[in-house]
């Protein structure tokens, strides 16, 4: 007897198993796509019916596929050797769109291995953010990542079809069903995130097969096919509210133009009165503001569309004998003036601070006065050098209700710090002579060197020279002498 019938012979079946599984695993790969191949987008044709989408839902997509396995070519990547049109042969009652489930899951595993994945991808999403959320998904392990389960056996079923509703998140090493993420109420393992690997491929069978994850996929399918419920009851009204949105946001970019200007030339943006809305039409004085809106709607027809409905919407009211705009949006209020002066302070403060910060040092003139209600105003001037220009910006110009030197610096300190300008790079200081502010050991300067010791304190040279002047002016020399 031969050498290799002895060895034939001796062995088991254990081993004759893994030969045939090994001789079934090489044929098979044979008829996998390549690396290159499963990123290339999907061609498809036009328009698909929503009852062919349902049945794709039912049958292949997510759930147990037995009877309609055919159809599966049409939203998988073609095997190697086929054609799309050798595909849709079989399978005559089905048209497919671009725009259908294929385009979406394809270009998604496109994009997966360029993209950083953000753990906000795996909360549920607004009703504003789906689209986006969407399109993010499924993401996949990346190539080099090494995963507690294995990737073929936990993406891909028995009979070789990808699972597309299954995402992964790699920070936190969880799967996750973006479609019941989406779509459900329920909460279970794959909506929180599945992260205990004992028994997973069961558990990924079941979720497959649960009612509640078909629902979910019919769900999507009609959200892709724009037949949910919110888009068939309130599509007309979305429409009318998206006109009205872009309407209004071309009537506000004038309106803060408008703002610009008069704080460009320094001028004042209100009048004394005639303010209302259903005094546009008179001839009366109503302030920079709304005089300059009243000009434009002679050249700009969004302008004149937009205060002639206002206008006539306020002479309704105040005949009516309403007070106040009421609840009509107008954009020509002083409230919305004042949103939009506060929004563009908060811009200048940013800009400033981002000159400050990368000039690296700086220092600061400080000084109060009273205004007309006897409430002292403490002005903050902040000067810094960009080559090759020395800049002095003001900064803030905050109430102050503590004068004493430990209050001045408390305020310094708060103002510095809401407009994100770092304390350690201040090196020196400029104010007037007052006690609370040159005092050695409870001024305004003492306080400062606790912060930075390196500051140095100067007397502003031209309060100095104010001093100077006020006195040499009362008491006068005679001219004889």
Known sequence: MSSSATS???????????KNNKILLLNSSDKCLKINEMFLKSKCANNISL????KVSENVLFGNVKETSKTLDLLDPLPVGSSQNETLKTIPE??????????????????????????????????????????????????????????????????GVQRMWLTYNSNSKQLFCYLCLSFS???????????????????????????????????????????DINTLLFSVQKDKRNEEVAK?????????????????????????????????????????????????????????????????????????????RGNSLTFISKTTVDYVISAICTLIKKSISTDVNKAQMYSVMLDTAQDITAKDQCAIV???????????????????????????????QNVLKSNEINVINYVANATDGAANMQGEYNGFNAWLNKTAPNQVHVWCYSYILNLVMSDASKSPIPAAT
């Open 8 to 18: 034939e012979k001796q062995k088991g079946g254990a081993e004759k198993r893994r």
């Open 51 to 54: 009852t062919s989408t349902n």
């Open 94 to 159: 089905l048209e497919v769109n671009s725009s259908c489930l294929s385009k979406h899951l394809s270009t998604a595993v496109e994009d997966i291995l360029l993209c950083k994945v953000d753990d906000d991808l795996f909360k549920k999403p607004t009703v504003l953010d789906m689209e986006h959320f969407l399109k993010s998904h499924s993401q996949l392990p990346k190539i080099n990542l090494s995963t507690p389960f294995n990737v073929q056996k936990t993406f891909y079923r028995s009979d």
């Open 185 to 227: 109420n329920e909460i279970n393992s794959f909506t929180t995130g599945m992260s205990s690997w004992k028994y997973v491929y069961q558990r990924i069978n079941e979720h497959e097969s649960s009612k509640m994850h078909n629902h979910c996929v019919e769900a999507y399918l009609l959200f892709t096919q724009n037949c």
């Open 248 to 324: 209004n946001r071309e009537v506000f970019k004038r309106i803060i133009d408008c703002v610009l200007f008069i704080g460009k030339r320094g001028l004042n943006y209100r009048g004394n009165k005639f303010e209302a809305a259903y005094s546009l039409n008179s001839l009366h004085d109503h302030g920079n503001f709304l005089e300059l809106l009243l000009l434009l709607s002679n050249y700009d027809p969004v302008i004149k569309d937009h205060l002639d409905t206002v206008t006539q919407k306020s002479i309704k009211a105040n005949k009516a004998g309403s007070k106040g």
């Open 382 to 412: 902040i000067r810094y050098v960009d080559n090759p220009s020395v800049h002095e910006r003001l900064i803030s110009l905050v109430n102050c209700t503590d004068t004493m030197g430990q209050g001045m610096c408390q305020l310094l």
